[in-house]
Structure formats: C-alpha cells, structure tokens
C-alpha cells in the first residue's frame, strides 16, 4: 500500500503540472489548448538539446524547455488566437485552431528532431529502499519534489503578484476587470505563455525519467483533459485535485489490474464516464448555465 501512495504521489505531482498550463489557458481565454500535449513534448526535445547535444546542465535545459515554450505560448496567443478569438464569436473556431496548431508542432518536432525516442542521463543514482515496502529511484525522488515546488512557487504566484491577481480577476469577471484598468490583451498573453512554459518544464523534468517521442503528445493532451474535467474546467485547485487524483488511480490500477492485462485505462475511463454522469462540472467546478 504505501508502495501504491508514493507512486501515486509522484504521478500526481507531474500530472498537475500538465494539468495547471492547461487550465490557467482554459480559465483566462475560455479555449481548450489541443496543443498542449505538443507543447510537452518539445519541453523536453528542448531539455534534451541543451542537455544531450550541447552538454549543459540539467537545470540549464529546465530552464532553456521553460523560456522556449513561453515564447512559444505568447506568439500563438498573438498572432494566432487573438485574432481568431477577436474575429470569430463561434468556440468551434479556437477549437479548430488548437487542433492545427497541435499538428504542425508534431510536423516541426518530425522534421528538427526525428521520430525516435530520446533521453538524457539520470540526473542522481542510486535507489531509496525502505524495508523494501517502498522503493523508489532517487531520480524520481527528486523530480517528484521539483514538481511540487513549482506548483508551490506558481501557486504563491497567481496569489500574490501583480501578474497574478490581474490574471485571477480575468478569469472570474473579465469586464469587471477591464473596467479596473487590467489590460486583457497582455495579460492574456502573460497567462499563455505561463501555461505553455508548465507544459515545457514538465516535459524537462520527465525527460530523464521515460524520455520523450513524437507520439507522446497526444496522450498528455488527454490526460491533461481528463484531470480538468475531474476537478472542474478553469479551476487551478481542482487542476491540481484532479492531477493527484488521476494519478492515484493510475498507480493502483497499474498494481491491482496487472494481472488482469493492460485494462487499467479502461477502468479510468469508465470512472471518469460515470462520475461526469453524476457531477458534470467536476469537484470543483460550478454548475454550467
């Protein structure tokens, strides 16, 4: 069992971050980011490029995936939603968007990087053995802790910096806030790029640990879809809920279900149908209409 918690935990802590970029995009510009997955996943080709290709510090790719992706995000929401947002009064047109958008990263990523799968050395070896009732690399150890660090840090953030309240008040009543002197257009930017660098820097992190391939932007697109449904569209705690929770249920399906063959998923998705059935605006989400 306490196996299963750390596991939990540790996948949680990634898949809240993932969550968090997405929801803060969600909350701010009312669009669903299809290309976040994508964003994760050049995170980490830039991780590995700094790190593998040029032999710089692990801490100097995270850094380098972060300020990549966030240029990216601002220069997406500017020239590509922004003007689609300004235009079009139809959600299907920003939904069509992310959707191209996600495809031509995959193309950019073929094309500069290849198909094949990619790591970079382990940042600390060895493995943490408590009386063998849990073990675990100390690889993992850390990223674990990194990850809940930059929750703590974006969390203390959105609280108490002027970026932050501005972007908090956008998200609950964007007239009100604009009517307080906010400037929508930059801080909508602000709040992209900020989700696009929580993507980059998760995909940074797990670069060590699984490595990173084309095809995995897709996956982390549901996941990270799954994980705001959970805890409710638009809401950074219920982000970071449904983050902890996905990968619970993850870390007991993979030890439980094992022997019953690869249906752990199968079983989440199920869950996950049944509970939107009961509460369709997730735990923390209020009642659409």
Do not use: C
């Not at 675990?136 to 609280?159: E, H, K, N, S, T």
């Not at 989700?195 to 995909?203: E, Q, T």
């Not at 799954?226 to 809920?241: C, N, P």
């Not at 007991?252 to 369709?280: K, N, Q």
């Amino acid at each position: 069992m306490e196996q299963i918690i750390v596991n939990g935990l540790y996948l949680g802590a990634q898949y809240a971050l993932i969550a968090l970029g997405l929801t803060l995009i969600f909350s701010l510009m009312n669009v669903l980011n299809f290309a976040h997955g994508q964003m994760y996943v050049l995170g980490g080709f830039v991780t590995y490029t700094v790190v593998a290709q040029f032999q710089l510090p692990f801490i100097v790719g995270l850094i380098a995936s972060a300020l990549v992706l966030a240029v990216v995000g601002a220069l997406v929401e500017k020239f590509l939603f922004r003007p689609v947002i300004k235009k079009s009064k139809r959600e299907e047109s920003t939904m069509l968007l992310a959707a191209g958008i996600a495809f031509f990263l995959d193309a950019v990523i073929l094309l500069v990087f290849g198909e094949k799968q990619r790591g970079v050395p382990k940042i600390i070896d060895g493995v943490f053995n408590w009386d063998f009732i849990v073990i675990m690399p100390y690889d993992r150890i850390v990223i674990g802790f990194a990850a809940i660090a930059i929750i703590a840090a974006f969390i203390l953030f959105m609280q108490y910096s002027t970026a932050g309240r501005a972007m908090r008040a956008l998200a609950q009543d964007k007239v009100a806030a604009t009517l307080m002197g906010v400037d929508v257009a930059m801080y909508s930017m602000i709040g992209f790029a900020l989700g696009a660098a929580l993507a980059g820097l998760v995909g940074g992190l797990l670069v060590t640990i699984t490595g990173v391939n084309l095809g995995m932007g897709g996956p982390a697109s549901i996941k990270a879809f799954m994980m705001i449904m959970i805890g409710g569209a638009g809401v950074i705690s219920g982000a970071i809920a449904g983050g902890f929770i996905l990968g619970m249920m993850e870390s007991v399906g993979l030890t439980v279900l094992s022997e019953y063959g690869d249906i752990t998923y199968l079983v989440i998705f199920a869950s996950l149908m049944i509970f939107l059935a009961l509460r369709p605006q997730g735990l923390m989400g209020k009642p659409w209409g």
